[in-house]
């Protein structure tokens, strides 16, 4: 069973970068197809963007293309993402998932694991 840590939230300015890193325990790592999804205030949890299995396919919501990147180490059995240029609007909890089905999935319920979640606040 593989459990998931996120962590390298916080308050950035509009324009601004951050790193979020999520980190899985267990040795299945390579196992899983590894996404993240974010959730506003008031509003449903929604795809940024995942990773297959192998690392070499990935797959990003229209609303980040272009300025985010995920990304996986397996010997540190870690996923990254490196967000760019962000706005108010991707203010959000940030949560990192796990599938053992799914390679390359953009839905909430084709992930078995989650993590708890990161706060990334942007101020205009």
């Known amino acids: 069973q593989v459990q998931l840590v996120e962590s390298g939230g916080g308050l950035v300015q509009a324009g601004g970068s951050l790193r979020l890193s999520c980190a899985a325990s267990?040795?299945?790592?390579?196992?899983?197809?590894m996404g993240w999804f974010r959730q506003a205030p008031g509003k449903e949890r929604e795809f940024a963007a995942v990773?297959?299995?192998?690392?070499?396919?990935?797959y990003y919501a229209d609303s980040v293309k272009g300025r985010f990147t995920i990304s996986r180490d397996y010997a540190k059995n870690t996923v990254y993402l490196q967000m760019n240029s962000l706005k108010p609007e991707d203010t959000a909890i940030y949560y990192c998932?796990?599938?053992?089905?799914?390679?390359?999935?953009?839905?909430?319920?084709?992930?078995?694991?989650w993590g708890q979640g990161t706060q990334v606040s942007v101020s205009s």
């Open positions: 998932a796990a599938s053992l089905l799914g390679d390359l999935a953009s839905y909430p319920r084709a992930y078995d694991l």
């Open positions: 267990g040795r299945s790592f390579s196992a899983y197809g």
């Open positions: 990773i297959s299995r192998s690392g070499s396919r990935t």
